[in-house]
T-cell receptor, first 110, second 113 residues
Framework: GESVGLHLPTLSVQEGDNSIINCAYSNSASDYFIWYKQESGKGPQFIIDIRSNMDKRQGQRVTVLLNKTVKHLSLQIAATQPGDSAVYFCAENTGNQFYFGTGTSLTVIP | DTAVSQTPKYLVTQMGNDKSIKCEQNLGHDTMYWYKQDSKKFLKIMFSYNNKELIINETVPNRFSPKSPDKAHLNLHINSLELGDSAVYFC????????????FGPGTRLLVL
């Protein structure tokens, strides 16, 4: 089966610092990747996505980087705020299959 | 104007019972999903329907039976509940089956005693 894994299960950052959450994927045929944020007691929410023909995509305070050579995905959050505290998932799409990583819990220290 | 809604939000039941979880989306999407999230937050897809037709059926016990009466609804019926079924079940929808953002419901927290 497929595997989408995260390097760090937990991450703590100071408010105002930048956060980097990493994700490894195994299927080189995957052509679409998504980052989701899940706050406590809620369902995952879309943050940003990237197609395999790109290596970088920016949103508001977030940047996703894709390195297809090493099958690695990262989410960068600029000027992390307390409201960014959540579990972050990367997801990999191959055809009509979606595989989610195990999640990284981000805690922002005020 | 909730996009993806699920009922109930909480479900506590005894082993051996049969229960259903309902899901509705008002986004006009063609594809709907059921996911199971375990206590370690791992999200695993269970089923996917596109225009009321089953397109993904992962290795899930046949005690779990999804039903899609129309493309805006995807319900999940679980027979003979077991302790290991305790989890959070999320419904999601997307405009199509591939390369599409999924919109998740708030989840149904199932506890089997």
């Amino acid at each position: 089966g497929e595997s989408v894994g995260l390097h760090l299960p937990t991450l703590s950052v100071q408010e105002g610092d930048n956060s980097i959450i990493n994700c490894a994927y195994s299927n080189s045929a995957s052509d679409y990747f998504i980052w989701y944020k899940q706050e406590s007691g809620k369902g995952p929410q879309f943050i940003i996505d990237i197609r395999s023909n790109m290596d970088k995509r920016q949103g508001q305070r977030v940047t996703v980087l894709l390195n297809k050579t090493v099958k690695h995905l990262s989410l960068q959050i600029a000027a992390t705020q307390p409201g960014d505290s959540a579990v972050y998932f990367c997801a990999e799409n191959t055809g009509n299959q979606f595989y989610f990583g195990t999640g990284t819990s981000l805690t922002v220290i005020p | 104007d909730t996009a993806v809604s699920q009922t109930p939000k909480y479900l506590v039941t005894q082993m051996g019972n049969d229960k259903s979880i309902k899901c509705e989306q008002n986004l006009g999407h063609d594809t709907m999903y059921w996911y199971k999230q375990d206590s370690k937050k791992f999200l695993k897809i269970m089923f996917s329907y596109n225009n009321k037709e089953l397109i993904i059926n992962e290795t899930v016990p046949n005690r779990f039976s999804p039903k899609s009466p129309d493309k805006a609804h995807l319900n999940l019926h679980i027979n003979s509940l077991e302790l290991g079924d305790s989890a959070v079940y999320f419904c999601a929808s997307s405009p199509r089956t591939a390369r599409a953002t999924q919109y998740f419901g708030p989840g149904t927290r199932l506890l089997v005693l």
